[in-house]
């Protein structure tokens, strides 16, 4: 990703566009420059900069102050440099994977000489600063090395390749429709967690009519195998795709497709989401087939992790155990890997949503240590940030920690559909529901791979529910259970959607099968455990719970 801003932070404190050109500014500009450049992620809350800038303001005037500084700091930064820096109503964010940092050379102090007369707080922090950084060389600009994201994290995921496909029916030079349907193929597993996806480009290498699929396997190191064939009429493609099991040279899914020309040039094609949502599933259950039939330790690690965040997803109890049964083992084949202490956290994470736990405080306890353990292990991984945020929001109730957990994740990955997905429940959660759905739609246009489409529609139900938009609420909880049907979050939001919608009768309906599903689930019990109880809209969703049925 190309450097937008270089700052030098060791020595003279300086800010320059990535020709060498410095940029001119204030004390008090270069020390909010300062402040995010040093942050986690480069996000800082307002309210630490309004306290830590202008201590000695009152509370509206620095606020005041903050909102000036900034709009003056993106006049001076340029219009490409200024994109780095933006802000929510809570926090303010310096994008630091487009900015170039210094590492302390020969001994040089932290902002040499630099001082803010008459704010002992910034000085205070300063003297802090110094001293940590003094105590340990300053972290390498994100651009150096290996990033601390994904990559890393890829070993032990499943690796997948896509072949280009054969286009049959050619048509001109110069729509090569087999390239861009098995390209944008690649694009779409790639969005998720469940594949490591090879290069398409690699890929290319390969001619999908004489190459074997262990021929692919030994030289890109491929585990599934992507192939097939398109043709075309009209406005309208035909698409044959094949997953195999590259090593043992088998067909595992076979499926054929048909869309819109239209929306595949756009790069928006249902069929492809689908086609990617079906191999991900394919692939898990095979995992889950592989795990039920063969010793655990005869698997190899990948499949292991893909059979546990299967099982994970499953409402029958024996399955979802057998799925701590198998991240246990891997945990003892990959120790200290970010992968499946990750999916451990999830793991008593719903536990809790599921209502299967016997100590709510101790699987959030556990949760926590997996999820520091994880984020410690790989400090960029996503979806390490994502359980901690989940944490916060799901399991503790603190929702800033949560929402700055989510932008984290966000920041190593924007595709990351689970952060979005639940930072738009942890917005409903506070009131804002037409970020909420916004942000929960976007989620669920990612098209996650594997059994999880089920949870995105659940929580995207809660999001229209906190929107007072009934119908759709109702729309995408029956989405949810059509996989699920013993989930109780989709079942409680469509009780709750449907009694405020005035169906009483479906509504008492809803509530029984809740209560087939969770025995114990009562209203003292959704108030005190259930985030949605602490938005504003939770006294009437209780109150629509109590008259549908939920007993006290």
Request: glycine share 6%.
């Amino acid at each position: 990703m190309t450097v937008l801003l270089k700052i030098r932070r060791f020595g003279a404190f300086g800010v320059f566009h990535s020709d060498g050109a410095g940029v001119q500014l204030g004390a008090k500009h270069q020390a909010l420059v300062a402040l995010l450049s040093t942050a986690e992620g480069g996000i800082r809350t307002r309210a630490f900069l309004e306290k830590t800038l202008w201590c000695l303001a009152q509370p509206e005037q620095a606020k005041a102050s903050l909102r000036t500084a900034l709009s003056t700091l993106r006049r001076h930064l340029g219009p490409e440099a200024a994109k780095l820096l933006y802000a929510n109503r809570e926090r303010v964010i310096l994008d630091l994977t487009r900015v170039e940092l210094d590492t302390c050379t020969g001994g040089t102090e932290f902002m040499e000489g630099f001082e803010l007369p008459h704010e002992s707080v910034f000085n205070a922090w300063l003297q802090e600063a110094r001293a940590e950084l003094t105590r340990r060389p300053a972290a390498p600009s994100a651009r150096t090395g290996t990033p601390p994201g994904r990559v890393i994290l890829d070993g032990l995921l499943p690796s997948i390749a896509v072949l280009p496909f054969a286009h049959r029916h050619p048509g001109q030079s110069s729509a090569p429709l087999g390239s861009l349907v098995s390209e944008e193929l690649s694009r779409c597993l790639s969005r998720s967690w469940a594949f490591s996806v090879t290069s398409y480009l690699a890929s290319r290498q390969f001619k999908p009519e004489t190459v074997r699929p262990a021929e692919v396997s030994s030289v890109a190191g491929a585990d599934y195998l992507v192939s097939g064939a398109v043709t075309c009429g009209g406005d309208r493609f035909h698409a044959e795709i094949d997953l195999h099991d590259a090593l043992r040279e088998k067909v595992i899914w076979s499926r054929s497709f048909e869309g819109s020309l239209a929306s595949l040039m756009e790069g928006r094609s249902s069929v492809l989401r689908n086609a990617t949502l079906q191999i991900g599933q394919t692939a898990a259950g095979e995992a889950v087939r592989l795990a039920d039939f063969k010793p655990l330790q005869d698997l190899e690690s990948h499949t292991l992790l893909m059979a546990s965040i299967s099982l994970i997803q499953e409402m029958d109890v024996q399955k979802f155990q057998q799925a701590y049964s198998i991240l246990s083992h891997l945990l003892e084949r990959e120790p200290g890997h970010a992968l499946p202490l990750t999916w451990m956290g999830f793991w008593h994470v719903m536990r809790v949503e599921r209502g299967l736990s016997h100590d709510r405080l101790e699987d959030s306890r556990l949760a926590s240590q997996l999820a520091e353990a994880a984020i410690e292990a790989a400090p960029g991984f996503s979806l390490a940030h994502t359980l901690k945020g989940l944490i916060f929001s799901h399991l503790t109730f603190r929702f800033d920690q949560a929402l700055d957990a989510y932008d984290l994740a966000l920041r190593d990955n924007p595709n990351e559909a689970l952060a979005l997905l639940l930072k738009g429940a942890t917005l409903a959660y506070q009131d804002m529901a037409d970020e909420a759905v916004q942000m929960t739609d976007a989620a669920r246009r990612l098209t996650p791979l594997g059994p999880q489409c089920y949870y995105f529609d659940a929580l995207s139900a809660l999001a229209n529910l906190s929107a007072r938009k009934y119908g759709r609420a109702i729309e995408l909880a029956d989405r949810s259970l059509q996989a699920k049907r013993a989930f109780p979050v989709p079942l409680r939001s469509k009780a709750i959607a449907l009694q405020l919608s005035g169906q009483d009768q479906e509504a008492r309906h809803t509530v029984q099968k809740l209560l087939e599903a969770a025995p114990e689930f009562c209203l003292s019990q959704f108030q005190r455990d259930n985030p949605a109880a602490m938005s504003p809209a939770g006294q009437e969703w209780a109150c629509a719970l109590r008259q549908a049925g939920v007993p006290e």
